[in-house]
């Protein structure tokens, strides 16, 4: 097929880093462990790719599974597309599986998602495949803008599924935090935006004359960026931060990388090296959050709706800081870099006020809640927000701090 060179080859086996597992073109032998992967977490496949591709069926038997594994052993021989599937050291259970499929999207080259078995989510396992995949798929496949679809485990994916919701209802920034930025700038300076969802942080970059190369890891993001805004200062690339090609992202070329309220997807291990690599000298990595803190405005509502988000798995880990106790986490990351001059941090405060019916959009915005399945979402955004009307008059408010953590390319 066209999506693919002629004489390309597909890998044969795949080790995992950090693990005994690997990775293999699955075969209609693989059948019996397959029914059992498939099977044993059916519930969680349906809602993954129940929508797109009907399966996997409640009542699926071992002989239409294995018609499947053929269908997929053909297409592979034919580089129409591939499924290569997870097992462990001895090929005595499967453990999940990775497809790689021509692509849906413009600009797009390939689609690519995955699964593990329900007893492997959130384990380390898991965790190794997420990090593993996409640099596989940078080093070892010819694509150069791979889509990596919102049915895989990764969560950032989850933004995704809702543009228009998340264009109307997430807050902006305050023009304080891009003033600061600006004011280190050159005139008309271009920068790489990551993350920049429907572009709340693109509208106020480009109304100070940037050029800007937008990475959006969401096809439907992306797009809805490209329709919002004229293509005359702003290049949308769909992909990922950290494996987007210097074809696309020049080395050394860049006088800023900005995000906002994204960044903290990015890989720590890569969340100052690759900056470094795009940026001239003197470049600058801006990064911006907006930190919820404990304050009296929002009347006790966040303490008192946290049984409710403990008993659907969506609690936070940590008590929000006192404005005197935040502190952006890149700070930390750029004063321990070698990479960076010690970073400088600007806040103000940002409180958000919303109605009943907005904060639930705005909810349902958030990854957490994306990914919870349903009865479970709906139930707890119900109870979330029958707080607010019974105790708190319909209006409820979150107490923000907007900074921005600038840090110099050395």
């Not at 049915?151 to 264009?167: Q, S, V, W």
């Amino acid at each position: 097929m066209s999506w693919l060179p002629n004489d390309f080859s597909a890998p044969s086996s795949i080790a995992l880093p950090g693990t005994t597992h690997h990775l293999r073109p699955i075969h209609p032998d693989d059948t019996e462990l397959d029914m059992v992967a498939v099977m044993g977490s059916r519930d969680r496949l349906w809602s993954l790719y129940g929508d797109a591709w009907g399966w996997p069926t409640a009542d699926m038997t071992a002989k239409q599974d294995r018609a499947d594994l053929q269908r997929h052993a053909d297409e592979m021989a034919a580089n129409e597309s591939f499924n290569f599937a997870l097992f462990d050291e001895n090929e005595s259970a499967l453990l999940g599986c990775v497809y790689i499929d021509p692509p849906k999207f413009d600009g797009t080259d390939a689609e690519i998602s995955w699964w593990v078995i329900d007893v492997l989510v959130d384990s380390d396992a898991e965790f190794a495949l997420n990090h593993f995949i996409p640099r596989w798929i940078a080093a070892a496949w010819p694509f150069t803008a791979p889509n990596y679809t919102r049915a895989t485990n990764d969560i950032r994916r989850a933004f995704d599924r809702a543009p228009a919701l998340y264009d109307e209802i997430r807050p902006d920034y305050p023009g304080s935090l891009f003033d600061t930025l600006f004011a280190r700038l050159p005139d008309k300076p271009s920068v790489i935006e990551v993350g920049p969802g429907t572009g709340q942080a693109t509208r106020e970059l480009l109304s100070r004359d940037a050029r800007i190369t937008a990475v959006e890891l969401g096809p439907d993001l992306a797009q809805h960026l490209r329709d919002k805004f004229a293509p005359d200062r702003l290049n949308v690339i769909t992909g990922d931060f950290e494996t987007v090609g210097a074809d696309r992202l020049p080395l050394d070329s860049f006088d800023a990388v900005v995000s906002a309220t994204a960044y903290h997807w990015i890989d720590q291990d890569v969340r100052c090296t690759r900056p470094a690599e795009l940026l001239k000298h003197g470049g600058l990595l801006a990064i911006i959050d907006l930190i919820q803190v404990e304050s009296a405005d929002d009347l006790g509502y966040f303490d008192q709706v946290q049984p409710i988000y403990e008993r659907f798995g969506r609690a936070s880990s940590t008590k929000a800081p006192t404005i005197d106790e935040a502190k952006p986490y890149m700070a930390d990351e750029l004063e321990e870099s070698a990479l960076f001059d010690s970073p400088t941090v600007h806040q103000v405060r940002w409180d958000q006020t919303y109605s009943t019916d907005e904060y639930r959009k705005l909810l349902l915005t958030y990854s957490g809640t994306q990914t919870l399945p349903e009865p479970d979402r709906s139930q707890m955004l119900d109870e979330l927000t029958a707080v607010i009307d019974d105790h708190y008059d319909g209006v409820v408010t979150r107490p923000l701090l907007a900074t921005i953590t600038i840090g110099a390319r050395r």
